[in-house]
């Protein structure tokens, strides 16, 4: 039998090898689609018994993480230009979240969000070919991506759902895939560098994080390598229907866990 120690440890072990599969879940969905993590992570980790400021904070430093790393792997394949107006708009918005969250409610946004996801993906799956092929050529005006850069930078700062907006922006650009998930994830590193220096500043940050941090950091790199893997071999005109696939469960996942 297991004296207290023993059943406490058993139990610690059992929390971290927990939350590691959860981190390597998120981050295996940001290697192979660019976007994802968090609103896969975050409700699973909601049942541990972990405080919401080490989940929050724990899913913002792994995705910094993969964002590093695959940046630097695909640094080529960005879209310089649109990065620099996302970045500059996300910072602009930063602030109207923390407003938002102070004065909105938070499951009434939640909600409104998942449903247009939904409503978003099932018609970019369903509508006329003919549709899908034309080009969206007033989406390259560069003025057109400020307002998604805004809007990332409010519901990141607001809901840790800064992807959202920037994915939305890439579908409908028409990018490449390799396009596509190079410029989110350069983009992920310009906000979630600003979003895990708030959260420091914030308080959020304590020695349970980094221990699960630590534990988790090679299940992320495991991530990033089986989701390089998983990318390449999706053909890239099947691509598109994968994200708003993945779009669509999300905004699921946005009802179901509207907290």
Same mark, same amino acid.
């Given at each position: 039998?297991?004296? $207290? ?15 590691? %599969? ?37 899913? %913002? ?10 940046? /630097? ?10 990065? @620099? ?12 979240g923390l407003l938002l969250v102070k004065f909105a409610p938070n499951a009434v ?11 978003? @993906? ?19 005006k560069p003025a057109w991506s400020l307002p998604f850069g805004f809007a990332a930078?409010?519901?990141? !700062? ?21 396009? /596509?998930? %190079? ?8 906000? !979630? !560098? ?9 308080? /959020?940050? !304590? ?19 089986? @989701?390089?893997?998983?990318?390449? $071999? ?6 598109? $229907? ?18």
């Amino acid at each position: 039998m297991l004296d $207290r120690k023993g059943v406490i440890f058993v139990m610690s072990v059992t929390l971290i090898l927990l939350v590691v %599969g959860i981190v390597f879940l998120g981050a295996l969905m940001r290697a192979v689609f660019g976007f994802g993590d968090s609103i896969i992570s975050m409700p699973l980790l909601a049942l541990l018994p972990i405080s919401l400021a080490t989940s929050i904070s724990l899913i %913002g430093l792994g995705g910094f993480t993969v964002a590093v790393l695959t940046v /630097f792997s695909g640094w080529k394949d960005v879209d310089r230009p649109v990065l @620099g107006r996302l970045s500059i708009s996300t910072l602009f918005g930063i602030p109207v979240g923390l407003l938002l969250v102070k004065f909105a409610p938070n499951a009434v946004i939640t909600y409104g969000l998942g449903i247009f996801l939904i409503v978003y @993906g099932i018609y970019s799956l369903i509508k006329p070919k003919l549709l899908q092929s034309k080009p969206r050529l007033w989406l390259n005006k560069p003025a057109w991506s400020l307002p998604f850069g805004f809007a990332a930078g409010m519901f990141g !700062s607001a809901y840790n759902m800064n992807g959202v907006p920037i994915v939305i922006y890439g579908t409908m650009r028409d990018w490449k895939p390799a396009v /596509f998930r %190079g410029t989110l994830q350069a983009h992920f590193l310009v906000s !979630s !560098s600003l979003i895990i220096i708030g959260q420091f500043m914030g308080g /959020f940050w !304590s020695k349970e994080l980094f221990v699960l941090y630590g534990f988790s950091l090679p299940a992320i790199g495991l991530a990033i390598l089986l @989701g390089t893997f998983i990318h390449g $071999r999706i053909p890239s005109y099947k691509f598109e $229907r994968y994200v708003f696939i993945v779009v669509i469960l999300l905004g699921i996942m946005l009802l179901i866990n509207p907290a």
